[in-house]
């Protein structure tokens, strides 16, 4: 039986480098075909388990590149998108806005058009061959703007971003909208809480404390430390991520969310209560902790009410809070440690 070809666009990421072994190694009728620029955020490091896989392909290259992808959806008759790919760190968005809306939206759209020109004859039709075939889209709880101490986003949730990154995210969400009321194609977004787990880049807040903990440099927070976020594990997002694909509702959106409140203050007390137990220096590492200056324009909170999932696909987050950070802490020790050791 010929295999699905299914593209994974920023599979080198964070998200997309838990996704695809996860992936692999669930489904044998797929094969996977990871599109990614290899900007920074992309490393090929996190996907060594399956570069051998003969499931798998890499293609080096730029969602914005046209030619490219129509070059792709040609050679492997590419019959379903998951979209990882987009520039998402907050503090780059506001230093550079431009590139953001080059990727998360342009970049969106060309994938939109190519595959809607190669899957469908007309608005409503899809060719024969490609019935059934889906474009997923992830993105992100930060569309919503910022919630107060209490409340919940759902999927009814106005937009209303408060960053070039959230504002590009924002756009992308309706693109891939219109070209289901527009053109019955067959589409499913999902907006996710803020992920932790492996293989993030070192930029993001958890590996960025773990990495400034071990080598003795100050821990950041920004403001006075008591902005919210739903942590969601990485393996739960996956799991979500799967069965959005296989089972959601086509023009529907999903939030995904793990009820799992903390403080950028908690989240840094918990690292460094933990590094003091199994990693410890002379002082607790509570002390490197230091307060700086506001990023402009800091959402407050935000959470997620994840009741459309659970109840429609029967999803729910499965990894504590507490079994997640232990994981994810003790993957940065081995990475970091290794690190220091090399030097």
Known sequence: MKKKSLLITGGAGFIGSNFIPFFLEKYNDYHLINLDA????????????????LNYSFVKGDIRDQELLFHLFQKY????????AAESHVDNSIKNPTIFAETNIIGTLN????????????PFVYKEQYVG????????????????????FTEQTPYAPNSPYSASKTSSDMLVRSYFHTYGMNVVTSNCSNNFGPKQHDEKLIPKLINNAIN???????G???NIRD??????????IDLVFHEGKAGETYLIGAHNERTTIEITEYICEYLDKVFPKSKSYKEQM???KDRPGHDFRYAIDASKIEKELGWKAEISFEVGMVNTINWYIRKYSKMVEEL
Request: net charge negative; glycine share 8%; aromatic share 14%.
């Open 133 to 152: 075939a889906r474009f997923y889209h992830i993105s992100t709880d930060e569309v919503y703007g910022s919630l107060g101490s209490t409340g919940f």
């Open 224 to 226: 006075d430390g008591k």
């Open 111 to 122: 994938l939109l058009e190519i595959a809607r020109n190669h899957w469908m004859e007309q």
């Open 77 to 84: 008759e590419i019959n379903g998108v998951i979209h990882f």
């Open 38 to 53: 290899l900007t920074y955020a992309g490393d090929l490091e996190n996907l060594k388990e399956v570069e051998k896989n």
């Open 231 to 240: 942590w969601l594990f990485v393996e739960d997002h996956c799991r979500a």
């Open 216 to 222: 003795g440099r100050q821990l950041p927070i920004y």
């Open 290 to 292: 230091q307060f700086i």
